[in-house]
């Protein structure tokens, strides 16, 4: 039995003038990051914004995604509000051919523990789906590496973990605990910055929203790292961090992400959530930033949105910038 | 124009065996409190557990409490997941008749203020029907103070505001801003603990947990302090203090206020959530004292759930409870 | 045996242009609010900067507050660095004469609740003067209402607790845990926000910053509620908002309240504490706002600094101003 | 220009019966790591319990350290509680020889950015010695990225940085911040789980209070990296954990690792601070796991205290501590 492993992209939900989902820019979308060598998708995580979908919505993102992955792999988010609505999503899940289900800790309430161990021990008793336990706690119940270890040890229908907590500390003993009594789960690392230490400790993969943007540039750090080029693997990684930090820091995650598709050619539409007029005006900013960076990474497609001469991201030199992209495209186009 | 006043008594939504909405027990219940006197009712919210049902579930839930409701004004809980659907479900509580809904800061995603300032200034343009700012601080965004203050001066559908972040300088704050420049805005306080405090410096009312279980209570306490009874009211709330104390501190919110309802005589289900052996021996534990000390109090209804001879709660001796529950009753029963 | 109670103000350490305790200063700022009927005095808490003094220098501060007390009682602050300071400096406080000493948690490492209750055991039964426990959680570890309520109830030498915690809850809790099994246990509260509701529920007294700089207010206050004036109490809490919110939201507490010490006719010198120059220009500005509302207030001494014909503090309307202020004088003057 | 680099080890302080300092013990510590091939040395840090000893005891424990160092450098604490009090010591540190002094954000109160900024540039523009700013905001005020960048660009005096806030994705954005534009600015890692990854990622050192104990295993994960033996130094890293978690988990740091240095064979006394009952067991408890895992990985000093037969630390199989430990000794002895 082998680890699941690589990388799954989620995906932003392009939304139409009316806000509802523009289901050929989705298609299109999928299509294209699989056309850029991810491993596999996973829809319906936290950028694919599930909680703002309704429950028909969610299974129409992911029937789309299945029908245009081309055979790789599914990690399909199941977070659904209650134990019976999970497991019905399960089914639907399984019945598609999904590889696994993601589900992060219960969310709004705050729970113990133990009922959260309890929770997962039903879910895993009754799943026709494996399931990979999502730990995400800025935005739900963390679940402690205590009872992840567990649950790993105990249930056999529990394949794997994804880890969102941007706690290194925490991966780390994740990966020490677990691996060595069950080296057949899967430890994926669900943030960008530490996708390069992740991977030299011995994670198995990821999911990252910079994925969806940028596939060529996570899938590179993957394979770098996989081959044991540590220098490689962690120079482009440091390239990464810019990217990341724009797209992760413009207000109201997902929005960031948003704006890097659109650059990648895709209409995203505007957030079902709204935003205000001056944040409206900063993510114009972010997006005029990130072209730049991304037109001389060599991202052709982007390079139509880069209206400035010198592009020079806040607080960054133009040499640097020259410098720093030259050593991008090195990288990425050998 | 005078402010949303009283105290809206929210339901914990009874199951039956099968984790399905037990409608019969859960009309009976709205029927019941009714005859106690509770001003008007709350579902929906929090410990109505709005967020483990489904779209369709929540408005059974609320149509059920309109049709018992015996013309005691309703505020519903109309927090879904997305603008549009949050709209939907206005325009529904407005032809079933509500005074308002209520809606809470969003959830899961952590949002700027500007946005969730956004948020609410569009939902406010386009309900129909007048809304109260639910805080919420632990479960979903907070509102601060100056955003609820913008709002209240600038869109009459926002009507007033229910505040559940335990923090009595936010409370008085929020008086003290608001008030003066809008005296019908309706500030209710959303926590037990503050009840008797708020009041005394200006609630308009509340929305309390422990309405659906003692609602002779908290009425009572809500008349004494509207009568200018400083003393009573006050003496009151400490004995709340012990009741509520005992609820919210069993595992999983609202757990402990499901045992506090088959207390007062209904069938209540198991969770909708499964919760640990341990949990629900600690829940078991919890009921059994909750019962002497409501049987003490006089709630006959209770009296046969207390099998001790000598009721005695954790850390209390015998004598003190006797004193306290024959103060509460001499309360109660004038 | 009556517990301690009433109002003990903090000072603020004057310095002199170089960096040194300006004795006469203090000397003199003791002796003003000795003259404007305060209960007792507060030196070397959080904001006498005890933390920033050298223990000769925080002897010297208490020894002059001994000198100029005029025989009212002095808690002083006793929170050195390990047991064996502390109890030299409680000697200290014994011999001066002190009616007790306050001592926080332990600061700067977080402990266990259990070592923090033999920290106060082992105090308690060497001290040679009576302890008040201080609670200030966003300073130094939490004293827990549990462990409070076990020293009070063991140890004869802890008489009383003074809550700096913000937390309405808490205190609330506390009254009601200890209050009924040691009546003689003091219970003050430390946050000005709060005087009201906590003399409404049950407190002995306080410490106030805002004593040192408005010591008529908060003595009105306390004055008010002890006489069961309610509704004077709580029309002269509103408006100790305004001043308090103004000090304490000034950066790098405590300057907000050196500001208003010089406004009240004491030359405090500059900070011991470095600030950035945008802060010196904040704090300039806070000193306007506050001048212009304490010279309204009837304050005359304050009145020489309020340079505005118009004295408009941002966010309220002249008109207000006046009226709050009529208000306040009319309380303030009778 | 070469930054600051390697291991700079701190000590605990050792007490004798009366709770002073132990002179002849501290001596002979600082001997014993000098000999075990440390870099060098730390004192008066958080480990080193600076806060809790008078001024004159941190002077005494440098002077000692000094006097012990055989040469090698020092990195000294010196966060006094006022300007003039670290200048002050920061001389003392100078007319000693040490390399540089290692100053935290200011403690107990809570202080801006820019008040922190403006602190840190008097020192650098006033202080005779070197300067490394130590971010540690469990303890006290967290000094943000920006500001350590501008620190560092901006003042010559100002070196290096510490940091023990556990945050690899900060870590990562110093190093990338920083590194490009000042290449002789040390960066050292404070936090032992993070050892392997920081210096992977490009950090020059580290200050961990386990080198006090098994400065061995330290050093070695140290010279491993610094090969590019990156298999070593993560198989080493993995292995420290056990340790680290053990000690760091005890509770009332640095108590856990008083037990450690016991363990080596020193007497550190008992902790200046009291422990309840119940602690002084777990400890107890945790020592004896702790010397088993050293004495099975071949430190024979520790072996005399390894009471048990089969040393099986909670949740490992002892068949999973003979591999362990046998290659550990493997790695450690060649």
């Not at 199941?78 to 209650?82: R, V």
């Not at 249930?155 to 394949?159: A, E, G, M, Q």
């Given at each position: 039995m082998t680890p699941l492993s690589g990388i799954f992209v989620p995906n932003i939900v392009p939304y139409d003038a009316k806000r509802r989902i523009n289901e050929d820019e989705h298609r299109r979308s999928v299509r294209w990051r699989g056309g850029r060598g991810v491993t596999g998708f996973y829809p319906n995580g936290s950028m694919g914004e599930f909680i703002r979908l309704s429950y028909e919505e969610r299974k129409l993102v992911l029937k789309i995604v299945v029908e245009e992955a081309g055979g790789r792999p599914i990690l399909a988010g199941?977070?659904?509000?209650?134990v019976d609505l999970v497991l019905e999503m399960c089914k639907y899940c399984a019945d598609l051919g999904c590889r696994a289900v993601s589900i992060t800790g219960p969310y709004y309430y705050k729970l113990t523990q133990e009922s959260i161990e309890a929770y997962f021990r039903e879910l895993a008793a009754k799943s026709p789906i494996d399931i990979v336990v999502y730990n995400i706690p800025v935005f739900a119940n963390e679940i402690t590496v205590p009872v992840l270890k567990r649950l790993a040890l105990d249930?056999?229908?529990?394949?794997g973990t994804k880890d969102t907590s941007k706690d290194m500390c925490r991966f780390q003993m994740t990966l020490h605990e677990i691996k060595g009594q069950r080296p057949d789960f899967g430890i994926l690392i669900g943030w960008e910055e530490l996708l390069c230490t992740s991977l030299f400790m011995g994670a198995d993969g990821a999911t990252l929203s910079s994925g969806g943007v940028v596939p060529e540039v996570v899938m590179k750090i993957f394979r770098e790292a996989k081959a044991g080029n540590w220098n490689e693997a962690r120079r482009v990684q440091f390239k990464l961090l810019d990217l990341f930090t724009l797209m992760v820091s413009a207000p109201n995650f997902p929005e960031g992400f948003r704006a890097g598709y659109e650059l990648r050619g895709?209409?995203?539409?505007?957030?079902?959530f709204p935003l205000s007029e001056g944040e409206y005006v900063a993510i114009e900013d972010m997006r005029a930033r990130l072209a730049c960076i991304l037109a001389e990474a060599g991202f052709t497609d982007a390079a139509l949105s880069c209206r400035c001469k010198n592009p020079t991201p806040a607080g960054i030199e133009p040499a640097d910038v020259a410098a720093i992209v030259r050593a991008v495209l090195e990288k990425l186009q050998t």
């Open positions: 199941a977070a659904e509000p209650n249930c056999p229908r529990i394949i895709f209409q995203a539409g505007h957030a079902r």
